[in-house]
């Protein structure tokens, strides 16, 4: 009876440590799926905010070398609204403001340029987000695109 007993006791460990093992590893693999949804969701507003900005420029859109990377520059009025890639994330910097905003962070590259298609200036922004697992098997990648006005 003993040895019974101990039989049992052994079945229920080896149960109990296959339901806790499985249990983590959904719990793991949930918290991925929910920082993932809140990376693409993040990364799709932050593209339809640069789409509404490249919309709305007034002048000509430039890209220059920064002492940090590459910065977007859209005239809008008198001022005008930058974006720059550093640091894997995207920050804006608004019209009349000092500082970098962070608008997207988890990038792993970023490139923005300007294509000409028949006399019209589109913009067209490529974005890759890090997985935040190793093993991910479908890469984050975005694209967007805007049209500038009419460039003079």
Known sequence: MLIECMVYLAVFVVLLGVGF???YLLWDNSMALQRTTD???????????????????????QIENDSDG????????????DYRFSDNSICRKNAGSNSWMPVLSHVKTSQMEMENRNQIGA???????TPHRARAKVPLIFSFEAVAPRQL
């Open 21 to 23: 093992s499985s249990f």
């Open 39 to 61: 990376d693409i969701g993040n990364a799709l507003r932050a593209g339809e905010a640069w789409r509404a900005d490249v919309r709305d420029a007034t002048g000509k859109i």
């Open 70 to 81: 590459l910065v977007l520059k859209i005239p809008r009025g008198k001022s005008e609204i």
């Open 123 to 129: 913009w067209h922004w490529e974005l890759e987000l």
